[in-house]
C-alpha cells in the first residue's frame, strides 16, 4: 500500500485538490499511517508538476509542519519542508488552528491534538510577532466560546502558547487540559507580570463568575494561586497568605477530592520556599489525619494528601527525621477507633501521590499494611487501603515492583480471604506480573478468592485493544486455568495465534495472557509445542507497538528461550534462533540483557549441541544488529575463530559462527566473503580435527552459498589456500576449490563429472585457464594427499589431460612464471616441481620453449621473477640431461654472472643455488669462471660503486660451495697490492663468515683478522671504518669452539706496541663482540682483561683509550659480577702495574690515570671491586680493598664524585665485621682516601666514619689502629662538631683499660689536635692537658705510652693553649727536663720537640712561644745528647731535628745547634732505632740547608753509617744522605759527586761509601721539603 501510495504521488497528483486529499489522510490515530502519509508528500520533489511549477505545494505545508513532529517521520518531514522551499508566516497559524474545526476534522485523535498544539506554538515561536499571536488568541478564544471546534483540542493549543485560561466546567479531561494551560500561561509569564495576574485571581475568586462556578472555581483559584506563589518577591505581603489559604481548602469538608489533589499538586514549592513553617505544618497535618474520634473524613484526607507534598517540599530525608512510617504503622495497628486506621491509608496514599517513586523504598514497608486493611472489618478503612493500593502501585517503578511483589504473592497465600482479596487487586494493578500468580489462586477453595481471581484475569482480557486477540481472550484464559492440565488446549490456542492475521498491534494486557502461555509452551517436552512457543515469541515482537510492552516479560521468556536453543532437535533450535534474531531487530538491544555476551559464552562450552545453538542463535542476532554491529564484532570473531593457543571448544563454536551466518546475511554476508573465507581455509593448518571439520563445513557453506554469485571473490582466497605451506590448508582448497567449480557448473546447467571443463565456452576462458593453471601446478604437490585430492578434481573436469594441456601450455607457462615470482614460497616450490615435471615428461619439446623464456624473464623481470626463473632452472637442471643441459650452458653462464650480483638478496640465493647445481651437473667449470670473473671485476679501481653487488654475489657462493669457492677467494684477496689495501678487498675478506662449517670458518680465521688489523692500521678513517665493520661481520660468526682463536687475535691487535690505530680497532672490535655475542667468554676473560686494562686506564693514544673504555664496560656488562669478581687479582696488577714507578718499584703516589680520570673508567671496575668487597673470601675482600683505595688515589676529585657514596656505603657496612685485621686495614685506608679526595662530598657520612673509626681504635690489630687514628685527623678537618670527638678521646687516654688502645686513643688525639681547624675550648683543653701529662711525663707509664702522649701535649701547647697557659705546661716541661727520674726527662724531651716542629698544619708559633721553646731546648738538647739513658738520649737527637726545623723558620743562628753535632753524631749512633735516628738527621740536614750550614762530617757518616741498617726504608736513607749533600731534585750525577767529594777523611767513609754506590737516585730526591711529623 504505502508503495502504491509513494508511487501515486510521484506520477499522478497534478492539482491541489488531490494534493489536499492525501494530505487529509495525515489525521489519523496510527502513527504508521502518518508516517505513510509524510512518506508520499516527500515524493512530491519527484513529481513533473512540481518540477514544471504547475503545482503549489503549500497546501501540504501544515502537515508537514505536523509530520515534523511526529515519531520517526520528523526527519523527513524536515527535509521535504526546507525541499520544496515551503516558509513559516501567519497563514500558517491560523490554517493550523482551523484543523481543530469539528466540522472539518471531527473525532481528532488525541495525538493529533497534541501535534497541533506543539506545531502552533513552534511557528509562533518562530514568527515572535504580537499581532500574530494576538490574532491567535482570538481564534482561539472565539471558537472555544462558540463550541465551533473540539474544546479539548482548542484548549491543547491554549496550553501550548500559553495564551489563555478558560474555567467554563465541562469534562475532566477538559478541565485538567484548561488547568495546564493555565500553570503554561504563569510560568511563561509569571516572572514578569506575578502582581497582576495574582490579582486577576483573586478577582474572579470575588466575582459572580467565580462564584458561580463552584468547584471548579475553587480548583482553579488555589492551584493558580500556588503556581504564582514562587515568582512572587519574598517581601510580598501576599506570600505568607497564600499557604495558610491551601491549607483552609485543603481541610475544608467542603472540597472534594479533585480540589484537594490540584492544591497538593501546587504545594511543594511553597513548603520548599519556608521550611520552618512548613515542618511546623507537617506536624499538624500529620496530627490531623491521625486524629482519633473524629469522622470528617474529608478533613483527614485533606491533611494526609497535604503531609505527603510537605515531605515532598522538604525532602525525603524528612520521612526519618519525623519517624513518619513508624506513626503510620503504629496507627495501621490502632484497634479501637477505625478512624485512625483509614488515616494511616490515607497517609499512605498521599504519600505515594506526592513522592512518586521518590516512595519506592518504603513501598514494600507499607504493602503488609495495605494487605492487612483489606481484611479489615471496617468498610471505610477497606475502601481506603483499596484508594491507596491502587495510587502506590500507579507510581512505582520497575525496582519497586519487584519489591513490593514477593509480598504480595505472600499475601495470596494468606487465609484471611480479604487478605488475598486484597492482594488480587493489587496483582490487578501490574498485569505484567499478575496473570502467573493470579493462575495459581484460581482454584482457591474460597469461593471469593476465586472469583476475584477469575475476575481480575476477565479484567485483564476485557482491557485488551487488539481486536484480532480481543476474540480470542476467553480461549487465552481458558488455556491459561486449565491448559496445565489440558495440554490439547494449549496447543489449540498456540495453533490459533499462528493462524491469525493481525492487522493491528498487540497492546501490553494481551502480552500478559500470551507470554504466559508461551512460556509454558516454551517449558514442555514436545518438540511441537517449543518450536510453536518459539515462533508466537517473534511475531508478538513484530505486532507490538512499544517495546516497554514486552519488557516486564522478557526476564521469563529469554531464559526460557536459551534453554530451548540448546534443544537436540535442529528444527527447534533453528526456530529459537529465528525468534532470537527477531528479537534483536524488533527490541532496543539493552532490553535484551546479557543475551548476546551468553551466547558468546556458550560458543565457548564443551557441548556440540548448545556451542551448535549459541552460533545459529547468534547470526540471527547479528544479521538483525545490521552489518556495523558485524563489522565491530567480525575482528574479534576471526581472532577467537583463528587463534591458535585457544581452548578447542572455543576456535569451534567461533567457527561454527560462519555455518549459519552466510545464510543468515545472504547477499549483505558479501563484505566479509574473503576475509571470512581466508580465516576458514587458514583454520585447516589446527592440529585438532574436529576444528578443521567445523571450519571446512563453514567454508562449504560459504563456496555454496556465494559459489555462482561471486565467483572472482572466493577465488582469491581458494588460489592462495592450494599454495600454503600447510599440506592440510592445501588440501581443504583444492577440496573447495572442485566444489566452487561445481557449483559454477551446475548454475550453468553442465554436467559436473564428465564435464571438459577447458572446452565450456560458456564460462570465459581466463577463468578456465586460470583454474585449470592452478590444479594442474598443485598436481606436483609434495603431499600425496593433495596431489590425490587434486588428480580426482582434476580427472572430473577434464577428460583428455594431453589435449587440455596442449591448449593450456601457453597460459600454463604464463601462470608457472607468475608462480616461480610469487613470495608465497610454496607457490615458488610447486611451480618449480611442476616445471620438473614437464621437462622430465617433455624433454625436448619444451626446453627449445622454455630456456629462451627463461634467459629473458631473467634479465628483464623484476625480483620476484627473476627468483622464481632461478628456482625453475634449478628444477630444469635436476631433471634434464648433461648433454641437453651442455647445449645452453655458453647462454646460461653469462645470465648467472648478472643473477649472482643481483640487487636482492633471494635472487643472488636462488642464482647461486643454480650454480652448485651446474657444479655437480657439468663439473668446475660453471663454478670457476664465475667466481674468476666475479673476483676479477672486485679488483677493478672503479667497482667502488657496484662492488657490494659482487660482494653479495660472491657470499652467496660461498655459502653453498666453500670447498670450491673459498680457496680461490683467499689466495687473490689476502694479497696486499701495490697501492695498499683497498675498501673492496677488506669488504671481500669478510666473506669468509657466511661459510656454514664451523670449523672450517675458524681455520681461516687467522688468515683475515691478521690481514683486516694490517689494513687499518695502514688506512685512512674510511677503510678503517670498513675494516671494523669487516672484522665484526667476522667476529659475530664465532662459536664456541672457536673463541680461544678469536681471544688470541683480539689480545695480539690490542697489545700492539707500534700501532696506535691497530690498537683501537683491537678494542672496538671487542666492545663489538662482547656487547653482542651470547657466547661463554669466561675462558677467554683472564687474557682479555689484562690486555684491555692498559688500554682503557693509560694509553698514550687519547681516542684509543677511550675504544679501550667502551670495550672494558661492555666486557663488565657481558660478565655477571660474581664472574668477574674471581678475576679481582688480575685486575688489581693490571692497574698496579700502570701506578708503579718502574724505577723504584713503588708506587707513585701522584700519579693519576687518565682513563680513571677522564673516561668515568670507576663505572666498569668499582662494582668488581664491590662484588668481592661484599661477597669474597677474606683475601678477595683485603684485595678489593686495597684495590678500590688505589683507584680513589689515583683519580681526580671531579671524576670520584658521583661514585663517593656508591663506594663508601659498601665499605661502612662491612668494616664493623669479624674480618682479619690485614682486611680491616685495607678498608680504613680506601675510607681515609675517600675523606682525602672526596672531601665535603663525604659530609652525609661523617657521623658514621667518626663512629667507625673510634670504633676502630680498639681493634686488636696495631695497623688498624693506627690507619684509624691517622683517618680521624682528616675527617675533623671537614667536620662541623669535633669537641665530643676530642672529650672522648682524652677520656679514653686517661682511663682505657687496655694500653694498646690508649696507645691508639693517644695517636688518635693527636692527629685531631693537629688538623681541628679552631682551637679546642678551655673546658676541653682542661680534659687534654688532665689527660695526656700524667701519661707524657709520668714515671710510671711505658716509653712507648710516653712518645704517644708527648706528640698531642706538644700539638696542644703550639696550636691550642692561650700563651700564658702555654707558659704554664713548658714550666713543667722544664722542671721534668731536670728531673732525675728518666721517663720523667724521656717525657718532657718529645713533647718540647712536639711543641717544637713545624710542618705541615703546625705554621711556626708566636715570637714569644718561639723564644721560649728554643730556649728551653738548647738548655736541655746537650746533657739529652748525653745522657746514659737510651730513650733520653733519643729523645735528645729528636728534640735536635725539631728545634732545627724551628730555628730555620725563625731564622736564628744554627751555630748553636753546630756545637751539638759531634754528641748528636754520638748519640745518633746509639739509637736504638736505627730508622728513628736516620730520619731525624733528614730533618736536621734540611734545616741546616735552608739555614746555610753544612751538616758536619762526622754526624753525615754517623747517619750513613745507621742507613743501611735493619728496619731502615731505603727511600728515607737516600732522601736522609740527599739532605746531607743537599742536592735538589733533576740534579746530575756529577753535582752529586761534587757535593761529596766535600767531606773527606776517615770520618767520611761510611758517607763515602753509602753515596757513591748510589748517586744517580740521590739527584731524584729533594734536599729539603715541608715535611710531616714522622719521629
Not at 708566636?1406 to 721553646?1413: D, G, P
Request: with cysteine.
Amino acid at each position: 500500500t504505502q508503495a502504491a501510495m509513494l508511487a501515486a504521488a510521484k506520477h499522478l497528483i497534478s492539482t491541489e485538490a488531490t494534493l489536499a486529499r492525501l494530505a487529509d489522510m495525515f489525521f489519523a490515530e496510527e502513527e504508521l499511517v502518518r508516517g505513510a502519509v509524510i512518506a508520499a508528500i516527500a515524493e512530491l520533489k519527484n513529481n513533473a508538476s512540481v518540477q514544471a511549477g504547475d503545482l503549489d505545494t503549500s497546501g501540504a505545508r501544515a502537515v508537514l509542519r505536523l509530520g515534523a513532529l511526529d515519531g520517526s517521520s520528523k526527519e523527513l518531514a524536515r527535509e521535504t519542508l526546507d525541499a520544496l522551499e515551503l516558509g513559516t508566516d501567519a497563514e500558517l497559524v491560523l490554517e493550523l488552528i482551523g484543523f481543530t474545526n469539528a466540522s472539518l476534522k471531527p473525532n481528532l485523535a488525541k495525538e493529533v491534538q497534541v501535534l497541533i498544539a506543539k506545531a502552533a506554538t513552534e511557528v509562533l515561536d518562530e514568527l515572535d510577532d504580537a499581532p500574530t499571536t494576538h490574532q491567535a488568541l482570538d481564534e482561539l478564544t472565539t471558537a472555544f466560546k462558540q463550541d465551533a471546534a473540539s474544546r479539548v483540542a482548542l484548549a491543547r493549543c491554549m496550553g501550548g502558547p500559553g495564551l489563555g485560561v478558560c474555567t467554563t466546567p465541562e469534562t475532566s479531561d477538559l478541565r485538567d487540559i484548561l488547568l495546564a494551560a493555565g500553570m503554561a500561561l504563569v510560568e511563561k509569564h509569571g516572572e514578569r507580570h506575578a502582581d497582576a495576574l495574582f490579582a486577576e485571581v483573586e478577582s474572579f475568586e470575588d466575582s459572580g463568575s467565580g462564584k458561580a462556578a463552584g468547584e471548579s472555581e475553587k480548583l482553579g483559584v488555589a492551584v493558580f494561586l500556588g503556581a504564582l506563589s514562587k515568582h512572587l518577591k519574598a517581601d510580598n505581603e501576599k506570600v505568607a497568605e497564600i499557604l495558610p489559604r491551601l491549607l483552609q481548602r485543603l481541610l475544608d469538608n467542603s472540597s472534594s477530592a479533585s480540589v484537594q489533589d490540584a492544591i497538593v499538586k501546587v504545594m511543594p514549592p511553597i513548603m520548599k520556599q519556608n521550611k520552618e513553617q512548613a515542618t511546623e505544618k507537617l506536624r499538624e497535618l500529620l496530627d490531623i489525619a491521625l486524629a482519633p474520634k473524629t469522622l470528617e473524613m474529608t478533613r483527614r484526607r485533606g491533611a494526609a494528601m497535604g503531609l505527603g507534598a510537605t515531605i515532598k517540599g522538604l525532602s525525603i530525608q524528612a520521612m526519618a527525621q519525623h519517624g513518619i512510617i513508624d506513626r503510620i504503622t503504629e496507627a495501621s495497628e490502632n484497634k479501637k477507633d477505625h478512624g485512625v486506621r483509614q488515616g494511616a491509608m490515607f497517609c499512605v496514599e498521599g504519600l505515594a501521590l506526592s513522592l512518586a517513586r521518590l516512595f519506592d523504598p518504603y513501598a514494600a514497608n507499607c504493602t503488609p499494611l495495605l494487605l492487612q486493611a483489606f481484611s479489615d472489618p471496617k468498610r471505610e478503612v477497606q475502601t481506603a487501603a483499596s484508594s491507596a493500593s491502587k495510587e502506590m502501585m500507579k507510581q512505582l517503578s520497575g525496582p519497586g515492583v519487584k519489591q513490593v511483589l514477593p509480598k504480595v504473592l505472600e499475601g495470596i497465600k494468606d487465609k484471611q480471604w480479604r487478605t488475598k482479596l486484597g492482594s488480587i487487586e493489587l496483582l490487578a494493578a501490574i498485569p505484567a506480573e499478575v496473570v502467573p500468580a493470579l493462575c495459581g489462586v484460581i482454584n482457591d477453595q474460597h469461593n471469593k478468592v476465586k472469583e476475584a481471581a477469575r475476575e481480575a484475569i476477565d479484567k485483564v482480557g476485557s482491557i485488551i485493544t487488539s481486536p484480532e486477540l480481543k476474540a480470542l481472550a476467553p480461549e487465552l484464559i481458558s488455556a491459561l486455568t486449565d491448559g496445565a492440565q489440558h495440554e490439547h488446549i494449549t496447543k489449540d490456542v498456540l495453533d490459533k495465534l499462528l493462524g491469525t492475521s493481525f492487522v493491528h498491534h498487540v497492546d501490553a494486557p494481551s502480552l500478559s495472557l500470551v507470554c504466559p502461555l508461551v512460556q509454558r509452551a516454551l517449558k514442555e517436552r514436545s518438540a511441537e509445542m517449543k518450536r510453536k512457543g518459539a515462533q508466537i515469541v517473534g511475531s508478538m515482537v513484530i505486532l507490538i507497538k512499544d517495546p516497554k510492552d514486552i519488557q516486564p516479560y522478557l526476564p521469563s521468556l529469554l531464559p526460557a528461550l536459551k534453554v530451548t536453543l540448546m534443544d537436540p532437535v535442529p528444527d527447534v533450535r533453528a526456530t529459537v534462533a529465528k525468534a532470537f534474531g527477531t528479537l534483536a531487530n524488533g527490541l532496543p538491544e539493552e532490553m535484551l540483557g546479557d543475551v548476546m555476551p551468553w551466547m558468546f559464552e556458550m560458543l565457548r562450552c564443551s557441548g556440540s549441541v548448545e556451542r551448535s545453538g549459541a552460533a545459529h542463535g547468534l547470526s540471527e542476532m547479528l544479521m538483525a544488529m545490521g552489518t556495523e554491529r558485524i563489522e565491530m564484532l567480525l575482528p574479534d570473531i576471526l581472532a577467537n575463530a583463528s587463534n591458535r593457543d585457544a581452548a578447542v571448544e572455543v576456535k569451534e563454536g567461533y567457527l561454527g559462527l560462519f555455518v549459519y551466518l552466510p545464510v543468515a546475511m545472504g547477499n549483505a554476508f558479501e563484505p566479509y566473503l574473503e576475509e571470512v573465507l581466508s580465516a576458514l581455509v587458514t583454520a585447516q593448518s589446527d592440529e585438532v580435527g574436529s576444528v578443521r571439520d567445523t571450519a571446512l563445513k563453514a567454508a562449504q557453506v560459504v563456496t555454496k552459498q556465494f559459489g555462482a554469485s561471486h565467483t572472482s571473490m572466493l577465488l582469491t582466497p581458494l588460489d592462495e589456500g592450494i599454495f600454503d605451506i600447510d599440506w592440510r590448508i592445501r588440501h581443504a582448497a583444492v577440496q573447495l576449490m572442485g566444489q566452487l567449480i561445481e557449483q559454477i557448473l551446475r548454475a550453468h546447467r553442465l554436467p559436473t563429472q564428465s564435464a571438459e571443463l577447458m572446452f565450456c565456452e560458456q564460462l570465459p576462458r581466463d577463468w578456465r585457464c586460470h583454474v585449470l593453471s592452478s590444479l594442474y601446478i598443485v598436481r606436483s604437490d609434495e603431499n600425496h594427499v593433495v596431489k590425490q585430492c587434486c588428480a580426482q578434481v582434476w580427472k572430473a573436469v577434464v577428460q583428455n589431460t594431453p589435449r587440455t594441456l596442449k591448449e593450456l601450455l601457453p597460459a600454463l607457462m604464463e601462470r608457472l612464471i607468475s608462480s616461480l615470482a610469487s613470495t608465497n614460497r610454496e607457490k615458488q616450490r610447486v611451480a618449480a616441481r611442476c616445471v620438473g615435471d614437464l621437462v622430465g615428461k617433455l624433454g625436448e619439446r619444451v626446453m627449445p620453449e622454455l630456456m629462451p623464456i627463461f634467459m629473458n624473464t631473467l634479465s628483464t623481470g623484476d625480483a620476484h621473477v627473476r627468483e622464481g626463473v632461478c628456482i625453475g632452472l634449478a628444477e630444469l637442471i635436476n631433471a634434464t640431461t648433461k648433454d641437453l643441459l651442455a647445449m645452453y650452458l655458453d647462454d646460461l653462464i653469462p645470465a648467472i654472472q648478472q643473477a649472482i650480483i643481483d640487487d636482492v638478496e633471494s635472487v643472488r640465493s636462488s642464482a647461486s643455488l643454480v650454480v652448485a647445481l651446474l657444479y655437480n651437473a657439468v663439473g668446475p667449470r660453471a663454478t670457476s669462471d664465475i667466481v674468476t670473473w666475479l673476483l676479477a671485476q672486485l679488483m677493478e679501481s672503479d667497482v667502488e660503486e657496484h662492488g657490494h653487488l659482487f660482494l653479495n654475489g660472491l657470499e652467496q657462493l660461498v655459502a653453498k660451495q666453500p670447498g670450491a669457492v673459498l680457496p680461490l677467494v683467499l689466495k687473490q684477496l689476502s694479497k696486499k697490492p701495490e697501492d695498499g689495501w683497498t675498501v673492496t678487498q677488506v669488504r671481500g675478506l669478510s666473506v669468509l663468515s657466511v661459510v656454514p662449517d664451523g670449523h672450517t670458518f675458524h681455520r681461516h680465521l687467522s688468515d683475515t683478522l691478521p690481514i683486516i688489523f694490517a689494513a687499518a692500521a695502514e688506512g685512512d678513517e674510511e677503510l678503517q671504518a670498513v675494516a671494523l665493520e669487516s672484522a665484526g661481520r667476522l667476529v659475530a660468526r664465532v662459536e664456541q669452539h672457536g673463541l680461544p682463536l678469536l681471544a688470541e687475535e683480539l689480545v695480539k691487535a690490542v697489545k700492539d706496541d707500534e700501532s696506535a690505530s691497530k690498537r683501537a680497532v683491537g678494542a672496538r672490535l671487542m666492545d663489538q663482540f662482547f656487547e653482542n655475542t651470547s657466547l661463554d667468554v669466561v675462558p677467554v676473560l683472564q687474557d682479555v682483561l689484562r690486555a684491555i686494562l692498559p688500554v682503557a686506564l693509560a694509553d698514550e693514544d687519547e681516542e684509543t683509550m677511550a675504544a679501550g673504555m667502551k670495550a672494558l664496560n661492555s666486557i663488565v656488562k657481558k660478565c655477571s659480577k660474581e664472574v668477574l669478581g674471581s678475576y679481582l687479582g688480575d685486575i688489581r696488577s693490571s692497574v698496579l702495574a700502570l701506578i708503579t714507578d718502574p724505577n723504584t718499584g713503588k708506587i707513585d703516589e701522584g700519579k693519576l690515570l687518565p682513563g680513571l680520570c677522564n673516561h668515568n673508567g670507576l663505572e666498569p671496575l668499582y662494582p668488581i671491586y664491590q662484588q668481592g668487597l661484599m661477597h669474597g673470601s677474606a683475601e678477595a675482600r683485603e684485595l678489593a680493598a686495597k684495590g678500590m683505595g688505589e683507584l680513589v688515589d689515583h683519580t681526580t676529585e671531579a671524576a670520584l664524585k658521583p661514585y663517593v657514596v656508591k663506594i663508601t656505603g659498601p665499605l661502612l657496612r662491612i668494616v664493623g665485621d669479624r674480618f682479619p685485621g690485614t682486611v680491616k686495614k685495607a678498608i680504613v685506608e680506601t675510607l681515609r682516601s675517600l675523606l682525602i679526595r672526596g672531601g665535603v662530598t663525604l659530609k652525609p657520612f661523617l657521623p658514621q666514619l667518626q663512629t667507625t673509626y673510634v670504633k676502630c681504635l680498639s681493634d686488636p690489630t696495631d695497623a688498624v689502629r693506627q690507619k684509624a687514628a691517622e683517618s680521624l685527623g682528616i675527617l675533623v678537618r671537614i667536620a662541623a662538631r669535633t669537641e665530643p670527638l676530642i672529650n672522648e678521646l682524652a677520656k679514653e687516654v686517661g682511663t682505657n683499660a687496655d694500653p694498646a688502645v690508649r696507645l691508639s686513643m693517644a695517636v688518635a688525639l693527636g692527629e685531631v689536635l693537629l688538623n681541628v681547624p679552631q682551637p679546642a675550648s678551655e673546658a676541653a683543653q682542661d680534659k687534654i692537658l688532665e689527660a695526656l701529662e700524667p701519661k707524657a711525663m709520668g714515671d710510671d707509664t711505658e716509653a712507648n705510652e710516653r712518645r704517644a702522649n708527648a706528640w698531642p701535649l706538644g700539638i696542644t701547647i703550639r696550636r691550642h693553649l692561650s700563651a700564658e697557659r702555654a707558659e704554664q705546661v713548658l714550666q713543667s716541661i722544664g722542671d721534668n727536663l731536670s728531673s732525675s727520674d728518666d721517663p720523667c726527662r724521656h717525657g718532657a724531651a718529645l713533647s718540647l720537640a712536639a711543641a717544637c716542629w713545624v710542618g705541615p698544619q703546625m705554621p711556626l708559633p708566636e715570637q714569644a712561644l718561639a723564644a721560649s721553646l728554643q730556649a728551653l731546648a738548647l738548655k736541655a738538647l746537650p746533657e739529652l745528647l748525653k745522657d746514659s739513658d737510651p730513650d733520653c738520649r733519643t729523645a735528645g737527637v729528636v728534640l735536635a731535628a725539631a728545634v732545627a726545623r724551628l730555628r730555620a723558620g725563625t731564622g736564628e743562628p744554627f751555630a748553636k745547634l753546630t756545637d751539638c753535632e759531634a754528641d748528636m753524631a754520638a748519640a745518633v749512633a746509639m739509637v736504638p732505632f736505627a730508622y728513628l735516628a736516620v730520619r731525624a738527621v733528614r730533618h736536621y740536614a734540611a734545616a741546616a740547608a735552608a739555614s746555610g750550614a753544612k751538616v758536619g762530617v762526622k754526624l753525615a757518616s754517623a747517619a750513613a753509617a745507621r742507613c743501611t741498617q735493619a728496619g731502615v726504608d731505603a727511600q728515607d736513607a737516600e732522601r736522609a744522605v740527599a739532605a746531607i749533600l743537599n742536592v735538589g731534585r733533576g740534579a746530575g750525577e756529577a753535582q752529586v759527586k761534587a757535593a761529596l767529594d766535600k767531606y773527606t777523611g776517615a770520618d767520611a767513609k761510611a758517607l763515602q761509601d753509602y753515596a757513591s754506590k748510589r748517586l744517580g737516585r740521590l739527584a731524584q730526591h729533594p734536599a729539603d721539603g715541608d715535611f710531616a711529623w714522622d719521629l
